[in-house]
């Protein structure tokens, strides 16, 4: 039997289907995306990713609102979406600010103890691995299990683990710090990066095949390396850019290209030897492509039909000329950090709101207003009497009235130049989420339409992304990653329609037996198992446990990590 190779599915053996539960091994890959997989695997250099498409299923997997690693890998580990587990981004939504942010990172509290890894060790015999997924930072203890803390971490160098005695087997998982990584990205110093990734796949290659090798059920690994280099060198892959130039160096142009190919010969290695007894699972937690080079400032159109009022000229002019100042990448982030610490109040209590421009708002004569979130996603928000500081509509029928009628008025915007449409979509916030978290989102989320996003002007409903910004993140983020699965009781050669990233989980859970909580999200990918291994093994449910809740960190471990996601544009 060749590695990986899928089940006669003719003449099933219903003895071997009633009797097998089967290991999970997953591959989390940050970003990943069948554009730049697909043409690699025709070419013949990506040969691990092809031979598991050939032998099992693929599809788009479609990720969280909004399509960012925080919400997304969050929602793979429990299998809920954010309305339920509560991470809408790497700062959660906070109406106390007009920023539209909390002030804090968000980190493993929010929902360790209730991840499905804590669930499966619940079940006897049942040993994981979590190696570096994202938002696992503090690691918590997990029975027969070790916790790999991911992004965002203090030191990206070191290994964060539980149980402890791990740390000095896994060795440090990277070259760099943040502060490298990020000043190589911005000189485009391929060489470093190019050493940096061998390294930490390297770390990836050695941490998940110890663990296979030990016979741990449920493995899984993560590489973030394609999601960094989309945001900084998509410009040199992509011919489509405005901004790419087919003179660059042969390196900067493939760097993502050679990337890729590095992390497939990972996974070839990885699952080589293996029987059909292992499932293979490659996901992302969302897409790569580029950035956009248009803004839609919502605030200008919210100003023009009288929704928002700009402060008086010189406050307004003062906190726009700041807001652009920083768009435009002119001020350095040590003169960033400066600003928000001596800025007065009255120009914004923060950064964020300065670049996005709300120092220049008059609340006390607004009724709504918009914040971007993350691309292809902003939020409005309605200045909410009782729940934002100057809120100015009443609670109740005045305040849905003016949700239905900013949803109606929002969707119908188009480029005064093209008279294309702007907005992809309007929902209000309880049409995209559920559960007990609802109240913390905007209570309208727009998507803008392909090559738009939300923007800090109020003069001008549609601008240009300001040059230095877009040189600065010239990749960006899709709404479907990847789904690619073979072995165990997988189909083959079969394309589906795209499952929700909440679906991985509970499907790797299902192979290995273990009865679900009745409070997911996320159900099992049925479509993609063969029906005689189904119809042995039906889904079975259990009642939701609680978990036994977060460890803490202290908020100086934040400076590093809120550094890097500076860099990648994630927070302010």
Known sequence: MTPLQSHTRNEPDEDRQRAMRYRALVFGVDAAT????????????????????????????????PPVSAPAWVTFLTGKQPGKHGVFNFQNFDSRHYSGFSETLVNSSHFSGKTLL???????????????????????????????????????????????????????????????????????????????????????????????????????????????????????????????????????????????????????????????????????DHGGGPAPSRHVNLNAFLAARGYLE?????????????????????????????????????????LRALRKATGAIAWERTRAYAVPIHYPVSGVWVNLAGRQPRGTVAPGEEYEQLRRTLAREL?????????????????????????????????????????????????????????????????????????????????????????????????ALHLLGVPLPDDLDGHVVEEALDPAYLAAHPVSLTAARQGNGGVTHEQDDEEEMRRFLQGLGYVE
């Open 34 to 65: 069948f554009e730049v997989i697909d043409p690699l695997v025709a070419a013949g250099k990506m040969p691990a990713l092809a031979g598991l498409m050939a032998r099992g299923v693929r599809a788009g997997l479609r990720s969280t609102w």
């Open 118 to 284: 804590d669930h499966a060790a619940g079940t006897a015999g049942i040993r994981t691995l979590s190696y570096r997924i994202p938002m696992t930072y503090p690691p918590w203890d997990v029975p027969n299990g070790v916790v790999v803390a991911g992004f965002p971490l203090p030191d990206r160098r070191r290994t964060y683990v539980r149980p402890v005695e791990a740390e000095a087997e896994l060795g440090p998982a990277s070259p760099l710090s943040y502060d490298q990584t990020a000043t190589a990205m911005k000189s485009l110093d391929v060489a470093a990066l190019d050493a940096s990734n061998r390294v930490e796949l390297e770390s990836l290659e050695r941490a998940v095949g110890r663990y296979v090798a030990r016979g741990f059920e449920l493995v899984i690994g993560f590489t973030g390396i394609p999601d960094t280099l989309h945001h900084a060198f998509w410009a040199f892959h992509d011919p489509r850019s405005p901004l790419h130039d087919p003179a660059a160096p042969p390196a900067l142009r493939t760097v993502i290209e050679r990337a890729y190919v590095d992390i497939d010969a990972v996974i070839g290695r990885l699952t080589r030897g293996l029987d059909d007894d292992t499932a293979v699972i490659v996901i992302s």
């Open 310 to 350: 700009r402060a008086g000229a010189g406050r307004a002019r003062v906190a726009t000329t700041l807001g652009r100042v920083l768009e435009r990448g002119r001020l350095a982030l040590p003169g960033r950090l400066w600003l928000k610490r001596r800025l007065p109040e009255r120009l914004g209590r923060s």
């Open 411 to 507: 969707a119908a915007l188009r480029d005064p130049d093209t008279g294309a449409p702007l907005v992809a979509r309007v929902a209000l916030r309880e049409e995209v989420y559920t559960g007990p978290h609802v109240a913390s989102a905007p209570d309208l989320i727009v998507e803008t339409v392909t090559g738009y996003h939300g923007g800090p002007d109020f003069d001008r409903l549609v601008s240009p992304v300001p040059p230095a910004a877009l040189r600065r993140n010239n990749g960006s983020h899709t709404f479907e990653g990847i789904l690619v699965a073979a072995g165990g009781p997988f189909r083959k050669g079969v394309v589906l329609d795209a499952p929700s990233l909440a679906d991985v989980l509970p499907t």
